[in-house]
């Protein structure tokens, strides 16, 4: 009976739509209908979790850009959350300890939490971006190499972490393997033993897209074996003291297709048991072959939930009840498209897939990267933030983890999706609408929930500059001002813009919001 009163209000509200096109109105309309009484679902208040990538420690002198104040401030700002150190390269690395660091009492750590010297902050900003070209040509031709690490390495991720105030999970080679070829755990025995020697707090994980194992490395391990690796994984975690109910999180395949989904299934039929949750990678699209406009395209942001369904259907039927993560995700696979997954434009992926995973029941999401490898980062080279941190900090204060629902009709191009609003910025009852607008026409949503209300908080994003080529620009507009940081140590003030009573909400052309309706005493969010 709800759904059919629901349909009906939408149908009303689509007629007002037609008339108002008819009159020469605005041709770019949705009517939204929320559900204020029940959370459909919670995520983990992790939800938004981001990655430092594994290629980092390809030479460990870069290690030390951690230890850069303004990364670690902007990392600070997106807590909770967690810290997923990991990539490609994570089934290359050997962990190789330095005796001299333990008899001597010197640390990384000791070092790392002292000011990183702006000389030598700069010269490794100018160092790694030569660094990511080579990687880059690495990733093309699938030559990798074995990737020596010390305890320095890990000292700079835990400070780096600890600091942060983020929860790390720290990836192990999976292709260390025996003459049966089952996992050889020898290497990540020392790697332990050295992380509880320090009492480094941390979660685990084993390989990293086990289904490409063959490409990079012309090693298969197929998902029974992969499983009963895990099994083993745990059981020596279980026989530590620091690590014995740690989270061990799973198996990280790339998005499900052909042999993926067939490794999955197979390797939960041996390895669900360990793990705490299952993981597995989604990109939209190949960074050699896409166009701006796949950045804006409805069909392409629908694709997620196909993929999303799938492993959520594979998980269910191997084990009932186990959380579904997507353990590391981004717009474009082959490291992001320059141009695009940089800019503006990658907005409308991020808070679209932020969105509808939380809709569709994946409990959290690992951002491929915070600073590091390729061109899907959240922190640039230079330590700036470009538009896809902002969205994530607005989303990280704005966004709390209870799910409602809310049904729409209209144009294709305006996306909602609505949650209780984060209780550690407003008070009980307040929602937040993420809204978008892929559209280069203005664009109204219809909101008869805010009949009542006094009080909408508007948090507008758009590129600094207008039209298409805005989309391209690395700079992003909040209610009309540039954002940026005012110092090394110090974000800006993001302030919302109180709308007048209305029962509408506008969007501008191509751009992202949060409306948060603060006294819309949502009996779901008290």
Request: charged share 20%; net charge neutral.
């Amino acid at each position: 009976m709800k759904s059919v009163l629901v349909l009906g209000v939408l149908f009303i509200l689509w007629l007002r739509t037609d008339r108002t096109e008819a009159a020469g109105g605005t041709q770019n309309w949705a009517a939204a209908v929320p559900r204020l009484s029940t959370v459909v679902r919670r995520v983990d208040r992790r939800f938004l979790s981001v990655a430092i990538d594994a290629g980092l420690a390809a030479e460990e002198k870069f290690m030390y850009l951690l230890s850069s104040p303004k990364l670690r401030t902007l990392a600070r700002a997106l807590t909770p959350a967690l810290l997923r150190f990991g990539g490609t390269r994570q089934d290359f690395m050997v962990f190789t300890p330095q005796k001299y660091q333990l008899d001597s009492g010197y640390t990384a750590e000791n070092t790392c939490d002292e000011k990183l010297p702006r000389w030598l902050e700069e010269k490794l900003k100018k160092d790694w971006a030569k660094q990511k070209l080579l990687m880059m040509m690495t990733d093309l031709q699938r030559k990798y190499k074995q990737i020596k690490f010390t305890e320095n390495t890990v000292d700079m991720l835990h400070s780096f972490a600890n600091y942060s105030g983020m929860e790390m999970i720290f990836g192990l080679n999976a292709l260390l393997r025996t003459a049966n070829n089952s996992w050889n755990s020898s290497n990540a025995q020392l790697l332990l033993d050295y992380c509880q020697s320090r009492n480094y707090s941390m979660s685990w994980a084993l390989g990293n897209e086990p289904n490409s194992f063959v490409k990079k490395a012309g090693i298969q391990v197929d998902g029974f074996q992969l499983g009963q690796d895990f099994i083993h994984l745990r059981e020596i975690l279980s026989k530590t003291k620091l690590y014995r109910d740690t989270g061990l999180y799973g198996p990280d395949i790339s998005q499900p297709r052909g042999r993926g989904t067939y490794l999955l299934g197979r390797f939960l039929e041996t390895g669900a048991k360990a793990l705490n949750a299952c993981t597995w990678h989604h990109y939209y699209v190949d960074s050699k072959n896409t166009s701006l406009e796949d950045f804006v395209d409805p069909d392409v942001l629908d694709s997620l939930a196909l993929k999303i369904n799938e492993v959520q259907g594979i998980v269910k039927q191997a084990s009932p009840g186990k959380r579904v993560w997507l353990g590391e995700t981004g717009s474009a696979y082959g490291g992001g498209a320059p141009g695009l997954s940089d800019t503006f434009v990658a907005g409308f992926m991020w808070l679209d897939k932020l969105g509808l995973a939380a809709k569709l029941g994946v409990d959290l999401v690992v951002r491929q990267v915070l600073f590091g490898a390729g061109y899907y980062q959240l922190i640039d080279d230079n330590l700036d933030p470009l538009p896809d941190y902002w969205l994530s900090l607005l989303y990280k204060r704005l966004v709390g983890p209870e799910v409602l629902e809310i049904k729409s009709a209209g144009s294709k191009s305006i996306r909602l999706y609505l949650h209780c609003a984060n209780r550690n910025s407003y008070r009980s009852g307040a929602v937040t609408l993420m809204s978008m607008n892929l559209s280069n026409k203005p664009a109204t949503i219809s909101f008869p929930a805010l009949a009542s209300s006094r009080t909408v908080e508007a948090f507008v994003l758009e590129s600094d500059q207008p039209g298409e080529e805005g989309l391209r620009s690395s700079l992003v507009k909040l209610n009309g001002d540039v954002l940026k940081m005012v110092d090394d140590k110090t974000l800006p003030d993001l302030h919302g813009r109180l709308l007048p009573p209305s029962e509408h909400l506008e969007l501008p052309a191509f751009s992202l919001a949060f409306f948060v309706i603060t006294d819309a005493q949502a009996a779901g969010c008290t």
